[in-house]
DNA sequence: AGAATTTTGTAGTGATCGGCAAAAAATTTT
DNA sequence: AAAATTTTTTGCCGATCACTACAAAATTCT
């Protein structure tokens, strides 16, 4: 079926190019000289691909959120509130602090735009942000209407100091932090994690 | 002494117009075209009173770190620790919520840019977060000599919790987290911080 | 083999980037 | 009043920005 010459990149390859490059650079410092670079393209390739600087992000972005989410799917699938906490913060810290080169230190969500000439680049990273955020307040809501959570916690609250704290984590990581820093402020993080009536309060903070 | 055209406008002033636009669009995000309509000048005017782009971004670090450093030595004067840490959070809340179009919600550290083209921008801004970073902790040192700290407290981890707490909390106000928000995050972070002799334990868990 | 189709490389587009030369304007000094 | 000094305005610089027109190259279909 497929006619025409063929494509010489791999598009999952170039997505991983591209994501180094505003990982490290951001939106606005990533030319799209350095980016064909960087994939090993030229430029007209790069729009018949992907359609524009911002489409190309669009799917790095994607990308990027798939690991993301199936992240969160997993630390969301444990048994309680402070489990998914804990298996949040320690997950985050190994993902931030710098492996080595693999990829860059810190988010890309954060990264590549915090603030931006393009507003509508901050806004959708800010979702994407936000989106994770909402999700561990429903599961802690869960955790409320079950009982690993005090009816006095607030879901809110605690999805937004566990947000809080990965944002917090990301920009550490992004100047040096290392995993073993990342971790100990992560575990200091989780003695203000409220206990349910399943495990005893005393451990959670003596911990 | 002075001869020559009195120069139109106000230095400070200028400086604080800079100051916005580098704080919602980030250092690349803000072109010379937005800096000199936001001051009400023209370019050779910019160029004269400060060199460059970056000669004017330098001095409005300067201008905003001031009023930082204000704020630190304010709270660095805490009698304990524990009030050091909460007069922190709760006046980084204060600081980086949207307080109604003065200046833009966030931390300029952090906004102006994370990641940017020219690295030495970000090197930069890490260095004045690692400062303030830096002064907490030897606080937090002083702390553990005179008791108010225990000795199995690490001042060096208390100090980086603290300064991740503060970015992360200006990355929340930076997409609309209110200061109540911000706060209820604050005081949830200090539960994790260790008491004294000088306070009992549960009073400060209880909270 | 030849037509059709898709991607490639070359070479550019206008717009904007940060920055600057030169003359006009506004002040102080002589 | 004229010289000296500083800033302002006008107009422009080469470089780079994101982006694209066009034709050669490489494949499949007839």
Redesign the pocket.
């Known amino acids: 079926?497929?006619?025409?010459?063929?494509?010489?990149?791999c598009t999952t390859k170039a997505l991983d190019a591209a994501m180094q490059v505003f990982w490290r650079k951001g939106y606005?410092?990533?030319?799209?000289?350095?980016?064909t670079k960087a994939i090993g393209?030229?430029?007209?390739?790069?729009?018949?691909?992907f359609?524009?600087?911002?489409?190309?992000f669009k799917a790095v972005l994607q990308r990027y959120d798939e690991r993301r989410q199936a992240f969160m799917d997993s630390i969301l699938a444990a048994p309680t509130a402070q489990e998914t906490a804990r298996l949040f913060l320690h997950g985050v810290a190994d993902f931030a602090a710098d492996t080595g080169g693999q990829t860059p230190p810190g988010c890309l969500f954060l990264q590549s735009g915090l603030a931006c000439?393009d507003e509508n680049i901050p806004d959708v990273l800010a979702r994407h942000r936000a989106e994770k955020e909402m999700a561990l307040r429903e599961r802690f809501e869960r955790s409320r209407r079950e009982g690993d959570l005090p009816p006095s916690a607030s879901a809110a609250t605690l999805a937004r100091y566990l947000s809080t704290m990965a944002n917090g984590m990301s920009v550490q990581a992004a100047v040096g932090a290392t995993a073993q820093e990342l971790h100990a402020i992560a575990e200091l993080a989780l003695a203000s994690f409220p206990a349910g009536d399943k495990t005893s309060p005393a451990k959670e903070l003596v911990d």
Do not use: H, Q, V, W
């Not at 393209?41 to 691909?49: D, G, H, K, R, V």
């Not at 359609?51 to 190309?56: D, Q, V, Y």
């Open positions: 079926m497929a006619a025409g010459r063929p494509r010489s990149f606005e410092g990533a030319s799209i000289t350095d980016l393209i030229n430029s007209p390739s790069l729009y018949a691909a359609g524009s600087k911002e489409g190309l000439c």
